[in-house]
C-alpha cells in the first residue's frame, strides 16, 4: 500500500525554489438531446440504465452514427477558443478492459483530433491590479463519456474495500469534449489562480456558446489538474495528475496543494511520481491514485465503423457566424456601463454574481442596488448554506419589488433583508412574506413621536446634551426608538423628526 502521509513545504519556499508547470484536462459534457452514437436520451437523473440501448451497450452488431449536433458544438467550441478546425479526422477506439465501457473500448479522437492550436486569454487579480494570461490550448476532441460505477459497501467510496459495484450505462455514449491545454509555464505564484480562472472562463464559455449546462456539481464539467515542479531554468519534472476536480474553488487548492506536496518531496531529494491522485474536498489534499509509470497501451486504431468528420469550410464559416460575445468581451462592456472599478468587477466576478446582476438591472432596478444585494447579503446567505447564488430562489422580480417598496418608504434597509430571509426560507415571494410576518415600517409621525417623547423621558441626560448642539447624541435616541418599534422605524426619519421636536440643526 502506498503511504497516503503528505509533507508539505511552505508555498511560498516551493516558489522560491522551483517553477510549478500546469497542464488542465477540461471535460465538457455537451447538452445535446441524443447521445454521441446513437439517440438515447442524455437527461441527468433517471433510473439507472434506462437510457440505454444495442449502440450503447456495445451489443454485437449494432453500428454507431456520429452525432451532428455534437459536432457542430465542438466545433464552434474551437472556433471560440481559436482554434484551427479539421477538415478531415477519424475517430479512434481507445482499448481498455473496465466495466464503464460495456464495448471494452470508449470512442474518441487521438492523432486526429478536430481542433487543434487554440488560445483562451483569462484575468486574474494581483496586487498590482488585473494580469493577463494566454494559456494555449492543444487539442479540443470529441469522445463519448463512460457508464457511472457505484463502489457500495466500503467507507470511501472508491473500489478499494468495496464489497460490491453498480454500474449505471446512463452516461456511457453522452457526448464529452475535451479540450487540453499545452504545458502552463511563467505562472509562478499565480498557478493556483489561473488554473482557476480558466476553468471558470472555459465554464463561462461554454455557458455562452449554449453548448453545455457546464454544472461542476453534476459532472458536467470535470477538470484534470496537472502540476509538476522543476527548478528554474531546468527541464520541465514529472507531473501528477489529479484527477476529476470538481470545483473552482477544488482546482486552485489542487494545485496548491501539489506544489506543497511536490516541493517538500523534490526539497528531500525525493522523485516525483507519475501518478493519478485523488483531491480531497475535507482535507484539500491529494492521494496516489493509479500510478502512470508505465504508459498504458489502449492500441488506439481508427474506428472502422463510423465514416471520417470532414466539416466543409463554408459551414465552418457559417458556424463562426454563430458565435457570441465572449466573457471576457462582455465583462469589459458591462464594466464600462456599469461603471464600476477593477475591484468591484472581480467581486462580482468571484460572486459569480454577473449574471444575476445583469438580470435585476434588466427588470428595473438600479446597477448598484442589484450588485450590493447580490454581492452583499444575498452572497451571505448562499455561504452559510453551502447553495449557489443562482440556487437561493431570489429572483430579479422579487428584487425589483422590495426595491419600489424601499423607495416608497414601505420598507427599511432592514425589513428588506428580513423579507428575502422570508423568500429563501420558501415563505413565498416578498408580499407573501411581508404579509406573513408583518414586516411594515412604523411610519407615521404620531406613532413615532410617541416613541420618540418616552425615550427623551427616559434619557433626559441625553435630551440636554442634544438641545445644547451635541448632535452625535442623538443616536442613543434613535437607538431606543427602533427598539420599541422593534427595528421597523426608518432611523434617519426618527433622526429628522427628534431634531425638529428639539429645535437643533442636524
Ligand atoms: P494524459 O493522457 O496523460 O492525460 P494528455 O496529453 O491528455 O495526457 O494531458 C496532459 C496534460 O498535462 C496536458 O495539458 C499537458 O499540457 C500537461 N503537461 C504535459 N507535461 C507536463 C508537465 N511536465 N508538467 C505539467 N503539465 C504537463
Ligand atoms: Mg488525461
Ligand atoms: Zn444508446
Known amino acids: 500500500m502506498t503511504s497516503v502521509v503528505n509533507t508539505r513545504?511552505?508555498?511560498?519556499?516551493?516558489?522560491?525554489?522551483?517553477?510549478?508547470?500546469?497542464?488542465?484536462?477540461?471535460?465538457?459534457?455537451?447538452?445535446?438531446?441524443?447521445?454521441?452514437?446513437?439517440?438515447?436520451?442524455?437527461?441527468?437523473?433517471?433510473e439507472p440504465n434506462t437510457q440505454v440501448c444495442p449502440v450503447c451497450l456495445g451489443l454485437p452488431g449494432s453500428l454507431p452514427v456520429v452525432n451532428a449536433v455534437a459536432v457542430?458544438?465542438?466545433?464552434?467550441?474551437?472556433?471560440?477558443?481559436?482554434?484551427?478546425?479539421?477538415?478531415?479526422?477519424?475517430?479512434?477506439?481507445?482499448?481498455?478492459?473496465?466495466?464503464?465501457?460495456?464495448?471494452?473500448?470508449?470512442?474518441?479522437?487521438?492523432?486526429?483530433?478536430?481542433?487543434?492550436?487554440?488560445?483562451?486569454?483569462?484575468?486574474?487579480?494581483?496586487?498590482?491590479?488585473?494580469?493577463?494570461f494566454r494559456v494555449e490550448i492543444e487539442r479540443v476532441h470529441m469522445e463519448e463519456d463512460t457508464g457511472k460505477l457505484t463502489h457500495s459497501g466500503g467507507d470511501t467510496g472508491r473500489i478499494h474495500g468495496a464489497d460490491y459495484s453498480l454500474v449505471d450505462y446512463n452516461r456511457a455514449g453522452i457526448p464529452l469534449i475535451e479540450i487540453v491545454t499545452k504545458p502552463i509555464t511563467g505562472a509562478g505564484a499565480l498557478a493556483p489562480v489561473v488554473a482557476r480562472a480558466y476553468v471558470a472562463e472555459v465554464r463561462d464559455l461554454m455557458?455562452?456558446?449554449?453548448?453545455?449546462?457546464?454544472?461542476?456539481?453534476?459532472?458536467?464539467?470535470?477538470?484534470?489538474?496537472?502540476?509538476?515542479?522543476?527548478?528554474?531554468?531546468?527541464?520541465?519534472?514529472?507531473?501528477?495528475?489529479?484527477?476529476?476536480?470538481?470545483?473552482?474553488?477544488?482546482?486552485?487548492?489542487?494545485?496548491?496543494?501539489?506544489?506543497?506536496?511536490?516541493?517538500?518531496?523534490?526539497?528531500?531529494?525525493?522523485?516525483?511520481?507519475?501518478?493519478?491522485?485523488?483531491?480531497?474536498?475535507?482535507?484539500?489534499?491529494?492521494?496516489?491514485?493509479?500510478?502512470?509509470?508505465?504508459?498504458?497501451?489502449?492500441?488506439?486504431?481508427?474506428?472502422?465503423?463510423?465514416?471520417?468528420?470532414?466539416?466543409?469550410?463554408?459551414?465552418?464559416?457559417?458556424?463562426?457566424?454563430?458565435?457570441p460575445e465572449v466573457p471576457s468581451v462582455r465583462r469589459s462592456r458591462l464594466q464600462v456601463e456599469w461603471g464600476v472599478s477593477d475591484l468591484e468587477m472581480q467581486t462580482l466576478v468571484n460572486a459569480e454574481a454577473l449574471d444575476l446582476v445583469e438580470e435585476t438591472i434588466v427588470a428595473g432596478v438600479d446597477q448598484a442596488a442589484a450588485r450590493k444585494w447580490w454581492t452583499g447579503e444575498f452572497t451571505r446567505i448562499a455561504n452559510e448554506q453551502g447553495?449557489?447564488?443562482?440556487?437561493?430562489?431570489?429572483?430579479?422580480?422579487?428584487?425589483?419589488?422590495?426595491?419600489?417598496?424601499?423607495?416608497?418608504?414601505?420598507?427599511?434597509?432592514?425589513?428588506?433583508?428580513?423579507?428575502?430571509?422570508?423568500?429563501?426560507?420558501?415563505?413565498?415571494?416578498?408580499?407573501?412574506?411581508?404579509?406573513?410576518?408583518?414586516?411594515?415600517?412604523?411610519?407615521?409621525?404620531?406613532?413615532?413621536?410617541?416613541?420618540?417623547?418616552?425615550?427623551?423621558?427616559?434619557?433626559?441626560?441625553?435630551a440636554e446634551k442634544i438641545r445644547s448642539g451635541k448632535v452625535q447624541a442623538a443616536g442613543a435616541i434613535v437607538g431606543a426608538v427602533m427598539k420599541t418599534t422593534k427595528g421597523q422605524a426608518d432611523a434617519a426619519k426618527v433622526r429628522t423628526l427628534l431634531l425638529a421636536h428639539l429645535g437643533v440643526e442636524g
Open 9 to 46: 513545504m511552505d508555498f511560498d519556499q516551493a516558489l522560491e525554489r522551483f517553477e510549478p508547470v500546469l497542464g488542465l484536462e477540461t471535460h465538457v459534457e455537451l447538452g445535446t438531446a441524443s447521445k454521441m452514437f446513437c439517440s438515447c436520451a442524455t437527461e441527468f437523473g433517471g
Open 72 to 132: 457542430e458544438s465542438t466545433i464552434r467550441m474551437g472556433l471560440a477558443l481559436h482554434c484551427d478546425i479539421a477538415s478531415w479526422c477519424r475517430f479512434a477506439r481507445k482499448n481498455y478492459f473496465y466495466p464503464d465501457m460495456p464495448k471494452d473500448y470508449q470512442v474518441s479522437q487521438y492523432d486526429e483530433p478536430l481542433c487543434t492550436n487554440g488560445y483562451l486569454d483569462v484575468t486574474v487579480p494581483t496586487d498590482d491590479g488585473p494580469r493577463e
Open 207 to 323: 455557458r455562452a456558446l449554449g453548448v453545455s449546462d457546464v454544472r461542476m456539481d453534476q459532472g458536467s464539467l470535470r477538470c484534470d489538474v496537472n502540476v509538476s515542479l522543476a527548478p528554474a531554468g531546468e527541464p520541465w519534472g514529472t507531473r501528477s495528475e489529479t484527477k476529476n476536480v470538481n470545483s473552482l474553488r477544488s482546482v486552485e487548492r489542487a494545485v496548491r496543494f501539489e506544489i506543497e506536496r511536490q516541493g517538500a518531496v523534490l526539497s528531500e531529494g525525493g522523485r516525483i511520481i507519475q501518478e493519478t491522485r485523488h483531491f480531497h474536498e475535507d482535507t484539500g489534499e491529494t492521494t496516489p491514485g493509479r500510478s502512470k509509470e508505465q504508459a498504458e497501451d489502449y492500441r488506439y486504431f481508427p474506428e472502422p465503423d463510423l465514416v471520417p468528420v470532414a466539416p466543409s469550410s463554408e459551414w465552418i464559416e457559417e458556424l463562426r457566424t454563430t458565435l
Open 387 to 462: 447553495v449557489a447564488l443562482a440556487d437561493l430562489g431570489i429572483t430579479s422580480a422579487h428584487i425589483a419589488r422590495v426595491e419600489s417598496l424601499i423607495a416608497d418608504g414601505s420598507l427599511t434597509d432592514k425589513l428588506a433583508r428580513q423579507v428575502f430571509e422570508g423568500v429563501v426560507a420558501g415563505e413565498g415571494d416578498p408580499d407573501s412574506v411581508i404579509a406573513g410576518r408583518g414586516l411594515a415600517v412604523v411610519g407615521d409621525d404620531s406613532t413615532l413621536m410617541a416613541a420618540i417623547e418616552s425615550a427623551l423621558a427616559e434619557q433626559p441626560d441625553v
